[in-house]
Every structure is written in structure tokens, then in C-alpha cells.
């Protein structure tokens, strides 16, 4: 009797055990698996307030160059390194793929501005971008928000 008393606290034990270590690897489950900043590819966007909506600028690691569109208030747009901005497949055949950072990130307009999310390939998971009177763009790379000097970030 008392050896069976023995096995089932031994039991018990083990079953904490294992259930602590499970509910410890599904709470760090998205870290374990996801990038290191050393791992992510050089990229960089400027991100500029038009009339008419956004304008995204690919500077380094992009293969578009320029995208324009709209976004309403609440709605997404997901963009990556080929400037697709829907979630339909397209081939990338022909593209060139040397020279291009694996990205891909989330755009939503807000009151106060822009509201971005890093789903791929970017050291950040969110940010929110306000655009002051005196300036009407910003630049983001895989690690976040970027200052850059006026001339280089004037060039067109």
C-alpha cells in the first residue's frame, strides 16, 4: 500500500512536470521558431504620407520601386519584397531574386497615423508611425524605424 502511494505522488510529480515544460514551450513556441536579427535580410522602405493615400519607396532589398494606393481607415494591406499587396499569388518568375530581402509586412491607416506589423523577416512586431506637420515621410528596415540625413532622404 504504501509503495503504491509512493508511485502515485511519483506520478503526480512527473505529470506537473511535464505539463509545466509543455505550458513553458507553447508561451516561447513563436520566439523558439521565429528569425534572430542576425538572421534577417537587409531591407528599407520610405513610407511617405501623399494626397491621395501612402507611397511606398523600396530603397534596399525591395523589387519594386514605387507603390501608390489608398487605405481606408481599419483595413490591411500586406506588402513584401515584390510589392504584391493582396495575399493572391503571383509568379515571381523572372524576378530576380539576388539582392532582395524575405519580407513581408502589414499596413493600416489610423486616426493618429500608420499602424504597421512585422509578419515576416523583420526584428519588430509592430510599430506606429505619426506624421508631424514638418514631416510627411519615414523610413522603416527589418529593424524598425530609421533617421536618415535629409539629402539621402530626399532623393527620389
Known sequence: MLKEIQMTRRNVKNMIGI????ILLLGTSDRLF???????????IRLEKTDKGIRLTGREGCAFKGL???????VRRSVDQYGKVTLVRFSTKG???EG???FQISLMQTEEGLYLEGIRGTAWEELSLTYPEDANYHFIDQNGIVELPQ???MMD
Not at 505539463?19 to 509543455?22: D, M, R, S, V
Not at 521565429?34 to 528599407?44: A, G, K
Not at 501608390?68 to 481599419?74: Q, V, W
Open 95 to 97: 524576378i530576380p531574386k
Open 34 to 44: 521565429s528569425q534572430t536579427v542576425s538572421d534577417l535580410e537587409e531591407f528599407l
Open 151 to 153: 539629402p539621402f532622404a
Open 19 to 22: 505539463l509545466l515544460f509543455a
Open 100 to 102: 532582395l530581402a524575405d
Open 68 to 74: 501608390d494606393f489608398t487605405l481606408r481607415d481599419s
